[in-house]
């Protein structure tokens, strides 16, 4: 019984220890901004806490005035704490946030409608800056289903990140739920990718110091990966409705350990749960298969996107044995990859980033396939998850042809119009009241001024000159 009693201590003791070793390479950002709008209490999510905007401790809401804070009072079951409450803004409004770690931030806005005696959020219209940068213009696309998060990577070399909300003239009010905002590790943006265009493949620069929307992030041939499984907190989505070749493919899951090296892909850049499984082209006798994997990817027209593919080999018996081509937009991003020749290693993740420009059809698509150095008998090609995110063109914008300026300026003219009208409304009740003062005035005069009847007795006179003193 004593050695049993022993055994169990030392694998309490093991678990203990291998639990520490796990949560000190848990990624712990500098600046960690986790906002509850319109909630007086905090909230906790995926063991993450959520702080009240109302919560009388310090908060980033620069002035409260003109916003009102909603309450659902029938919330869907199942549905997060922090979609109970929202931050309604009446006119523009900040959140201005204090940044101790300058760099690349990483800014999720969520939103969820719901209907209150005073407001129905389906009506709201607004736009949103982001230090500077348009990321949402006339924003009206929430269902009432699902919540709606859209993040964001935002540059940032100041001392606090400001998040403005401004309301449309059509609806008059804007609102958001919650808000994040949390310093990005230094290797998840680079500053240089691949641009692959019809002419030639070129560096890229300056990336990190682009505004970038998350636009897909895909867990390729594997389930969804919920924020929690997430060192980041981030959500991937299945690939199944982007896939378009359904043959001479098939999925697969590891149940080994992903090695992440020094130098190399880390877990904020991809977790386990999405580098364990995969799409895999297999050569099964003594030939290899011609065919691609495709995925196609709907995008907006205008715009570049930065692709960034993540491999794994999962697959392979030895190293060495696989070699495959990667394409972005029908172009040939890169030739006879060798992830082991990189790695050095089985299992080890490796990513690439490409910048691309959507087409005029606005679609963008990804191929993975056998190359001319591939052997038969083995994987002849692998791909592990996709993310796609846009780039903000030359208005400074992620969303339309228009500045952070022209937003503001909208909202002053739309206020002068409501001013100038206020004023001509007061102007003309002045009008009115001065024309009425005067007749009143002039009927006065000519009641006590006018002449007097002959006829018209001594007493009578007395009466009316009396009545005309008093006045």
């Given at each position: 019984?004593?050695?049993?009693?022993?055994?169990?201590?030392?694998?309490?003791?093991?678990?203990?220890?291998?639990?520490?070793?796990?949560?000190?390479?848990?990624?712990?950002?500098?600046?960690n901004?986790?906002?509850?709008?319109?909630?007086?209490?905090?909230?906790?999510?995926?063991n993450?806490?959520?702080?009240?905007?109302?919560?009388?401790?310090?908060?980033?809401?620069?002035s409260?005035?003109?916003?009102?804070?909603?309450?659902?009072?029938?919330?869907?079951?199942?549905?997060?704490?922090?979609?109970?409450?929202?931050r309604?803004?009446?006119?523009?409004?900040?959140?201005?946030?204090?940044?101790?770690?300058?760099?690349?931030?990483?800014?999720?806005?969520?939103?969820?409608?719901?209907?209150?005696?005073?407001?129905?959020?389906?009506?709201?219209?607004?736009?949103?800056?982001?230090?500077g940068?348009?990321?949402?213009?006339?924003?009206?696309?929430?269902?009432?289903?699902?919540?709606?998060?859209?993040?964001?990577?935002?540059?940032?070399?100041?001392?606090?990140?400001v998040?403005?909300?401004?309301?449309?003239?059509?609806?008059?009010?804007?609102?958001?739920?919650?808000?994040?905002?949390?310093?990005?590790?230094?290797?998840?943006?680079?500053?240089?990718?691949?641009?692959?265009?019809?002419?030639?493949?070129?560096?890229?620069?300056?990336?990190?110091?682009?505004?970038?929307?998350?636009?897909?992030?895909?867990n390729?041939?594997?389930?969804k990966?919920?924020?929690?499984?997430?060192?980041?907190?981030?959500?991937?989505?299945?690939?199944?409705?982007?896939?378009?070749?359904?043959?001479?493919?098939?999925?697969?899951?590891?149940?080994?350990?992903?090695?992440?090296?020094v130098?190399?892909?880390?877990?904020?850049?991809?977790?386990?749960?999405?580098?364990?499984?995969?799409?895999?082209?297999?050569?099964?006798?003594?030939?290899?298969?011609?065919?691609?994997?495709?995925?196609?990817?709907?995008?907006?027209?205008?715009?570049?996107?930065?692709?960034?593919m993540?491999?794994?080999?999962?697959?392979?018996?030895?190293?060495?044995?696989?070699?495959?081509?990667?394409?972005?937009?029908?172009?040939?991003?890169?030739?006879?990859?060798?992830l082991?020749?990189?790695?050095?290693?089985?299992?080890?993740?490796?990513?690439?980033?490409?910048?691309?420009?959507?087409?005029?059809?606005?679609?963008?698509?990804?191929?993975?396939?056998?190359?001319?150095?591939?052997?038969?008998?083995?994987?002849?090609?692998?791909?592990?998850?996709?993310?796609?995110?846009?780039?903000?063109?030359?208005?400074?914008?992620?969303?339309?042809?228009?500045?952070?300026?022209?937003?503001?300026?909208?909202?002053?003219?739309?206020?002068?119009?409501?001013?100038?009208?206020?004023?001509?409304?007061?102007?003309?009740?002045?009008?009115?009241?001065?024309?009425?003062?005067?007749?009143?005035?002039?009927?006065?005069?000519?009641?006590?001024?006018?002449?007097?009847?002959?006829?018209?007795?001594?007493?009578?006179?007395?009466?009316?000159?009396?009545?005309?003193?008093?006045?």
């Open positions: 019984m004593e050695f049993l009693h022993l055994n169990l201590l030392s694998c309490l003791l093991l678990l203990c220890i291998h639990t520490l070793c796990v949560s000190s390479h848990l990624f712990s950002p500098v600046d901004h986790l906002i509850d709008c319109g909630s007086v209490a905090a909230t906790t999510i995926d993450r806490q959520f702080v009240g905007d109302l919560s009388g401790k310090k908060t980033p809401l620069s409260s005035a003109g916003t009102i804070s909603l309450r659902n009072e029938n919330p869907l079951p199942g549905l997060a704490a922090i979609y109970h409450t929202a309604i803004f009446r006119s523009p409004s900040n959140y201005v946030f204090p940044i101790r770690d300058k760099g690349t931030h990483m800014v999720r806005l969520h939103f969820h409608v719901f209907n209150s005696p005073e407001l129905h959020l389906a009506d709201a219209q607004f736009h949103v800056l982001v230090n940068y348009v990321v949402l213009s006339n924003f009206s696309r929430v269902h009432a289903e699902n919540p709606r998060i859209i993040e964001y990577f935002i540059w940032d070399d100041a001392e606090k990140l998040i403005m909300f401004v309301p449309t003239h059509n609806s008059k009010f804007a609102f958001v739920n919650a808000i994040e905002v949390i310093s990005a590790p230094k290797d998840l943006v680079p500053d240089t990718a691949q641009y692959v265009s019809s002419n030639n493949i070129e560096n890229f620069d300056g990336l990190s110091k682009q505004a970038l929307e998350v636009v897909y992030r895909v390729v041939g594997g389930p990966v919920t924020p929690f499984n997430d060192s980041l907190w981030r959500t991937w989505i299945p690939d199944d409705e982007f896939f378009k070749s359904k043959s001479e493919s098939e999925k697969l899951f590891f149940g080994g350990r992903i090695k992440y090296q130098g190399g892909a880390s877990r904020e850049v991809g977790p386990d749960n999405m580098y364990n499984s995969a799409r895999l082209i297999r050569s099964r006798n003594d030939s290899v298969p011609k065919v691609n994997m495709t995925w196609e990817f709907p995008v907006i027209g205008g715009y570049k996107y930065l692709v960034r993540h491999f794994c080999d999962i697959a392979s018996i030895s190293l060495g044995l696989l070699y495959f081509n990667v394409y972005v937009n029908g172009y040939l991003a890169y030739a006879d990859l060798d082991t020749y990189i790695t050095g290693s089985l299992a080890s993740p490796f990513y690439a980033d490409f910048v691309v420009d959507a087409d005029r059809l606005g679609t963008l698509n990804v191929m993975v396939g056998p190359s001319n150095k591939s052997i038969p008998y083995v994987i002849d090609g692998i791909l592990n998850g996709v993310e796609v995110m846009k780039l903000n063109n030359s208005y400074n914008s992620l969303d339309g042809e228009v500045c952070a300026g022209l937003v503001l300026k909208s909202w002053s003219r739309g206020n002068m119009g409501l001013f100038l009208t206020l004023v001509a409304a007061v102007c003309i009740v002045l009008s009115i009241s001065i024309v009425i003062r005067r007749r009143m005035i002039g009927s006065r005069e000519s009641f006590q001024w006018s002449r007097l009847p002959v006829d018209v007795s001594g007493n009578h006179v007395k009466i009316s000159s009396f009545h005309s003193e008093g006045k």
